[in-house]
């Protein structure tokens, strides 16, 4: 009996047979040819790889356990002991803790970039500088990084751009288009879309990089699991739709919030009087992407007062999912931040950071007027 299924079935298990050693000959002698171990590879984890591989246009890409494995492995690729990297300031309070936290501990070191700055790395490189990491959107004030002149400016020193593209998705931007040489992805995020995985994706622009993430992937054990996997790419397949919609609600919600007198500022690039709109349009194709950040009151009561009310933003500390949340950098992602760094950030009390999700684009209207009465 012959099998055809549509989709690619969950391969779920831990190992593959071989019926003599001229098959495990094969293995080792033609690479992608048989599987061995799921570690060092899966259907489906390679097929999540390949997919978003081919929507960013990369050379080679692993999947990852989580978003923070696809930086690891990332900055691992390009460092090593004595090496140091340069970071935007506006990063994701994970990555910013990796370095400070863990990477400080083999040897690598941290410079952290103001967003000003960003173009005039000069004064910053050392002799052991290797990379840059950026956020095509930051969080939680979704500037945006000018990737292709970031990429010249790091060209310049020999940098390595690595591009955390989670906010804006390929759809909007591909970064190794505009110059970088790696984007990586919390999957978790808009490329599975349905809160219900976790994983990461790190791409590669050379094939030589490309390796690299493999190997550091398998050794440091960082691959994602079959069932995960699976899911990431059950959701990857509605991206196009949902990235869309997204944007379309996302733009309706902060054109209403900013019409209301108990918000003091709405930080969303599709706004004509956002700092890089034209960059944005011109970047993200006409699209904006559905995170946005809003700034009440500087109270903690008035935004006790929004979430309590508030019925279709609940308060949950990710983004990206099919359903709207809202999540308070200052209590999670950016907690660890020392004060002057927070204020430096812009990240206040009454900072409340939306992610717009897909539903009736009225529905959440009528929510957050509700809720801000
Ligand atoms: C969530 C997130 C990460 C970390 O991803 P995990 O899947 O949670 O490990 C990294 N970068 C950005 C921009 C994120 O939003």
Same mark, same amino acid.
């Given at each position: 009996?012959?099998?055809?299924?549509?989709?690619?079935?969950?391969?779920?298990?831990?190992?593959?047979?071989?019926?003599?050693?001229?098959?495990?000959?094969?293995?080792?002698?033609?690479?992608?040819?048989?599987?061995?171990?799921?570690?060092?590879?899966?259907?489906?984890?390679?097929?999540?790889?390949?997919?978003?591989?081919?929507?960013?246009?990369?050379?080679?890409?692993?999947?990852?356990?989580?978003?923070?494995?696809?930086?690891?492995?990332?900055?691992?690729?390009?460092?090593?002991?004595?090496?140091?990297?340069?970071?935007?300031?506006?990063?994701?309070?994970?990555?910013?803790?990796?370095?400070?936290?863990?990477?400080?501990?083999?040897?690598?070191?941290?410079?952290?970039?103001?967003?000003?700055?960003?173009?005039?790395?000069?004064?910053?490189?050392?002799?052991?500088?290797?990379?840059?990491?950026?956020?095509?959107?930051?969080?939680?004030?979704?500037?945006?990084?000018?990737?292709?002149?970031?990429?010249?400016?790091?060209?310049?020193?020999?940098?390595?751009?690595?591009?955390?593209?989670?906010?804006?998705?390929?759809?909007?931007?591909?970064?190794?288009?505009?110059?970088?040489?790696?984007?990586?992805?919390?999957?978790?995020?808009?490329?599975?879309?349905?809160?219900?995985?976790?994983?990461?994706?790190?791409?590669?622009?050379?094939?030589?990089?490309?390796?690299?993430?493999?190997?550091?992937?398998?050794?440091?054990?960082?691959?994602?699991?079959?069932?995960?996997?699976?899911?990431?790419?059950?959701?990857?397949?509605?991206?196009?739709?949902?990235?869309?919609?997204? /944007? #379309?609600?996302? $733009?309706? !919600?902060? =054109?209403?919030?900013?019409?209301?007198? &108990?918000?003091?500022? @709405?930080?969303?690039?599709?706004?004509?009087?956002?700092?890089?709109?034209?960059?944005?349009?011109?970047?993200?194709?006409?699209?904006?992407?559905?995170?946005?950040?809003?700034?009440?009151?500087?109270?903690?009561?008035?935004?006790?007062?929004?979430?309590?009310?508030?019925?279709?933003?609940?308060?949950?500390?990710?983004?990206?999912?099919?359903?709207?949340?809202?999540?308070?950098?200052?209590?999670? /992602? #950016?907690?660890? $931040?020392? !004060?002057? =760094?927070?204020?430096?950030?812009?990240? &206040?009390?009454?900072? @409340?950071?939306?992610?717009?999700?897909?539903?009736?684009?009225?529905?959440?209207?009528?929510?957050?007027?509700?809720?801000?009465?």
């Amino acid at each position: 009996m012959h099998i055809h299924p549509k989709i690619t079935p969950i391969y779920q298990t831990s190992v593959f047979k071989f019926e003599d050693l001229n098959e495990v000959e094969q293995y080792f002698g033609e690479p992608g040819s048989r599987y061995l171990y799921s570690r060092n590879g899966n259907p489906n984890s390679d097929e999540l790889a390949a997919a978003v591989n081919r929507l960013e246009g990369g050379a080679g890409a692993v999947a990852t356990g989580s978003g923070m494995a696809a930086i690891f492995a990332a900055l691992l690729a390009c460092c090593q002991a004595g090496d140091h990297v340069l970071c935007a300031a506006d990063i994701y309070g994970g990555s910013s803790s990796l370095l400070d936290q863990e990477l400080s501990r083999l040897g690598i070191t941290v410079t952290y970039v103001p967003f000003e700055q960003l173009y005039s790395l000069g004064q910053l490189v050392q002799p052991t500088t290797r990379l840059l990491l950026a956020e095509t959107m930051s969080n939680p004030l979704l500037r945006v990084a000018d990737l292709r002149r970031l990429a010249t400016e790091c060209r310049q020193y020999g940098l390595k751009l690595v591009v955390d593209n989670t906010f804006a998705t390929p759809l909007l931007t591909r970064p190794l288009e505009l110059g970088a040489d790696i984007v990586l992805h919390s999957v978790t995020k808009y490329i599975a879309g349905h809160s219900d995985v976790t994983a990461g994706v790190v791409v590669a622009k050379g094939e030589e990089t490309a390796a690299r993430l493999k190997q550091i992937g398998v050794l440091y054990g960082l691959t994602l699991s079959p069932m995960e996997s699976w899911l990431a790419v059950r959701g990857l397949k509605t991206l196009r739709l949902r990235v869309r919609e997204h /944007s #379309h609600n996302a $733009l309706a !919600v902060a =054109q209403f919030l900013s019409t209301q007198p &108990s918000v003091r500022a @709405v930080y969303y690039p599709g706004l004509p009087d956002h700092p890089q709109h034209m960059l944005a349009r011109e970047q993200g194709g006409g699209l904006f992407g559905g995170m946005m950040s809003v700034l009440l009151a500087d109270d903690e009561e008035v935004v006790n007062q929004f979430m309590r009310r508030s019925q279709r933003f609940p308060f949950a500390p990710s983004l990206a999912g099919v359903d709207s949340s809202l999540s308070y950098p200052l209590a999670t /992602s #950016h907690r660890y $931040l020392t !004060v002057e =760094q927070q204020a430096e950030l812009g990240i &206040s009390t009454g900072l @409340v950071r939306l992610s717009v999700g897909i539903e009736p684009v009225e529905e959440l209207l009528q929510d957050l007027k509700q809720a801000l009465k």
